[in-house]
Structures are given as C-alpha cells and as structure tokens.
C-alpha cells in the first residue's frame, strides 16, 4: 500500500447548492464525499457545519478556515479523529 502524502495537491471544495460545497472522497479514511455548509448564526457570526472528513491536502484546512472554520463536524469512521485533530 502506497503511503499518504498529507500534503498533496487535490481538486478544490465545489459549490454544488448555494452554501453547500463537496469535497472530493477521502482515500486514505476510505471515506466518500465530505461536505460543509456555510451558514451565519442569529448574531452573523460563522456557524458552519463539516460533514464527514475531507482529505489532509493543501486546499482543504485552508478553504474551511478562509470560511468561517466549522462550528460543528458530523462523521462517522474513526478517520473524522485525525482530520479534527488536524483542523482544530
């Protein structure tokens, strides 16, 4: 099995709804599409919500930050523990 490059280069998020955009499938947690939805709180504040766990790669910490960061992540495989460790 080829090992993980954490830092390689990947496709970026689309836009698939308005607020909504998927990133493609994460290999190395053998996981599917991963999305966040961009959304503001009573007060406009971020309150963004990361479904799934998006791949390591240069695109992807940097397009969840750049919009907000997440107030809330939603996955399921034991994957989601390294990504949130990596994200936070």
């Not at 080829?2 to 689309?14: I, L, Q, T, V």
């Not at 971020?46 to 907000?68: H, K, M, R, Y």
Request: aromatic share 12%; net charge positive.
């Amino acid at each position: 099995m080829m090992a993980s490059n954490p830092h390689r280069s990947a496709k970026a998020p689309r836009q698939i709804f308005d607020g909504i955009f998927a990133f493609p499938p994460n290999r190395e947690t053998m996981g599917g599409t991963a999305y966040f939805i961009v959304e503001n709180d009573s007060s406009n504040k971020a309150a963004n919500i990361l479904v799934d766990c998006p791949a390591w790669t240069e695109n992807n910490p940097g397009f969840c930050l750049g919009s907000g960061g997440y107030s809330l992540a939603v996955y399921h495989s034991p994957g989601g523990d390294r990504q949130r460790q990596r994200y936070s």
